[in-house]
């Protein structure tokens, strides 16, 4: 797995062999690597402030800053697919076979909703004041309050969509549709104006979708490439 840092400054990078190392960006120092898990490291989140990256395997969290200095380490008996941060404190887990769980650094245990769906994505609204969960519907939660239950936006379909992404500066975000990309509304309970695009279809192998700051494209991650929208 690989992830910049919001401030543009840091690549984070995570090894097959469990391993974690930071590329500076304008220096291009690359640092030693330390061991921060015993399996794949697949997942990378960083803080707000880019002071620190979660890097997340298939059991477990591990939280640590910019020397690799060790911050905080979670585990789960539950599978992690994504991970995204609330704010500088808290962090948000999701599975496909298991809920939604929220990971307080200065907390014990992890705060787990009752929502047993399997969650396929995690995504910050451009507004960093939302986070987009999708599986057969998407779900969005206000960060700012902290105690707030999830409202959840109903989409049309079955068919899972492996990863959904807000547009830059609009309230809308991509996913697939009964495999197809589409775009919708989450201000509308339940969304109308669903908009098929189009493009490749998904294939059992689709990974993630990409947006581009400056350009109205989607990049979409097929098994047999990369497809542009």
Same mark, same amino acid.
């Given at each position: 797995?690989?992830?910049?840092?919001?401030?543009?400054? =840091?690549?984070?990078? +995570?090894?097959?062999?469990?391993?974690? $190392?930071?590329?500076? !960006?304008?220096?291009?120092?690359?640092?030693?690597?330390?061991?921060?898990? $015993?399996?794949?490291?697949?997942?990378?989140?960083?803080? #707000? %402030?880019?002071?620190?990256?979660?890097? /997340?395997? %298939?059991?477990?969290?591990?939280? $640590?800053?910019?020397?690799?200095? #060790?911050?905080?380490?979670?585990?789960?008996?539950?599978?992690?697919?994504?991970?995204?941060?609330?704010?500088?404190? $808290?962090?948000?887990?999701? /599975?496909?076979? *298991?809920?939604?769980?929220?990971?307080?650094?200065?907390?014990?245990?992890?705060?787990?909703?009752?929502?047993?769906?399997?969650?396929?994505?995690?995504? =910050?609204?451009?507004?960093?004041?939302?986070?987009?969960?999708? *599986?057969?519907?998407?779900?969005?939660?206000?960060?700012?309050?902290?105690?707030?239950?999830?409202?959840?936006?109903?989409?049309?379909?079955?068919?899972?969509?492996?990863?959904?992404?807000?547009?830059?500066?609009?309230?809308?975000?991509?996913?697939?549709?009964?495999?197809? !990309?589409?775009?919708?509304?989450? +201000?509308?309970? @339940? @969304?109308?104006?669903?908009?098929?695009?189009?493009?490749?279809?998904?294939?059992? /192998?689709?990974?993630?979708?990409?947006?581009? @700051?400056? !350009?109205?494209?989607?990049? *979409?991650?097929?098994?047999? /490439?990369?497809?542009?929208?």
């Amino acid at each position: 797995a690989v992830r910049v840092s919001p401030d543009g400054e =840091w690549l984070a990078i +995570g090894y097959g062999t469990g391993h974690l $190392r930071f590329f500076d !960006l304008k220096s291009n120092w690359l640092s030693p690597s330390t061991s921060v898990h $015993r399996d794949v490291v697949k997942y990378l989140a960083w803080s #707000p %402030d880019s002071t620190a990256v979660a890097a /997340g395997s %298939d059991n477990a969290i591990s939280v $640590r800053d910019t020397s690799l200095h #060790p911050i905080r380490s979670f585990s789960s008996d539950l599978k992690i697919r994504e991970l995204v941060w609330m704010d500088s404190e $808290r962090l948000l887990s999701c /599975g496909t076979n *298991s809920p939604l769980q929220v990971w307080k650094l200065n907390g014990k245990e992890a705060l787990t909703s009752n929502l047993r769906q399997p969650f396929s994505a995690l995504s =910050w609204s451009p507004d960093g004041k939302r986070i987009l969960t999708g *599986s057969t519907s998407a779900m969005v939660f206000p960060v700012e309050e902290r105690d707030s239950s999830p409202r959840e936006v109903l989409i049309p379909g079955q068919s899972p969509s492996p990863d959904m992404v807000w547009l830059p500066n609009e309230d809308r975000f991509a996913y697939y549709h009964e495999r197809t !990309l589409s775009l919708s509304d989450p +201000g509308l309970f @339940p @969304p109308k104006n669903y908009q098929p695009l189009p493009g490749q279809p998904q294939h059992n /192998g689709a990974g993630g979708l990409k947006v581009f @700051p400056t !350009l109205p494209w989607i990049a *979409s991650c097929q098994i047999d /490439g990369v497809y542009l929208s």
